[in-house]
């Protein structure tokens, strides 16, 4: 019993923290689809059910023009979520459409293109989010250490996750897990 409760517990962690990117989810209001479209790429919800269900919210025509915007941004999360950039792109550039949710399209869109191991653009695009007002700056540094990890520029990615654990204490324990999950031999790169 112990046995399967320390799998479980393993797995968990796996699932929680292998999440390979930092988001910043725009925010929906109320108890539609479009909410309910956020929670799941605030949560890091992939899937069929997260999509559709964010799809019925575009097709709602009571939407204000902002939450419109952010739910294609949310849509793009949550295809990046499920593994699916070019998907998430086509969502994300809509995003970039209207100013209030550029910047947070723009930190997607890198996401996207580091799933597609196109790591410059990855970077490029977040330094444009940076540089379009992104609320959570913390984000950009974690993702940008992360690319810089698999550009095997180990100084680098170094330098962006402390910074991003200075501005976002929490991603401190990102790292201890990690490197629990390591010395277990249960993290795969």
């Known amino acids: 019993m112990i046995k399967i409760f320390y799998r479980v517990t393993v797995l968990f962690l796996i699932i929680l923290f292998i999440q390979p990117n930092s988001y910043a989810f725009i925010t929906v209001l109320g108890k539609g689809?479009?909410?309910?479209?956020?929670?799941?790429?605030?949560?890091?919800?992939?899937?069929?059910?997260?999509?559709?269900?964010?799809?019925?919210?575009?097709?709602?025509?009571?939407?204000?023009?902002?939450?419109?915007?952010?739910?294609?941004?949310?849509?793009?999360?949550?295809?990046?979520?499920?593994?699916?950039?070019?998907?998430?792109?086509?969502?994300?550039?809509?995003?970039?459409?209207?100013?209030?949710?550029?910047?947070?399209?723009?930190?997607?869109?890198?996401?996207?293109?580091?799933?597609?191991?196109?790591?410059?653009?990855?970077?490029?695009?977040?330094?444009?989010?940076?540089?379009?007002g992104l609320n959570d700056i913390s984000a950009v540094y974690f993702n940008k250490g992360l690319v810089y990890e698999r550009l095997s520029n180990v100084d680098l990615a170094i330098k962006f996750y402390k910074k991003a654990v200075e501005l976002k204490p929490k991603y401190y324990d990102y790292f201890e897990k990690r490197a629990r999950l390591q010395r277990s031999g249960k993290w795969a790169n």
């Open 33 to 132: 689809d479009a909410s309910l479209c956020y929670q799941s790429a605030k949560t890091g919800t992939g899937g069929v059910t997260a999509v559709n269900t964010c799809l019925s919210a575009i097709n709602d025509i009571s939407l204000t023009q902002k939450d419109l915007y952010a739910t294609y941004v949310n849509l793009g999360i949550i295809y990046n979520n499920s593994k699916r950039p070019d998907n998430a792109i086509e969502y994300l550039n809509k995003g970039l459409e209207y100013d209030d949710t550029e910047p947070e399209s723009l930190l997607s869109l890198g996401n996207s293109f580091y799933l597609k191991k196109n790591y410059e653009k990855a970077i490029e695009l977040y330094d444009q989010s940076l540089s379009r």
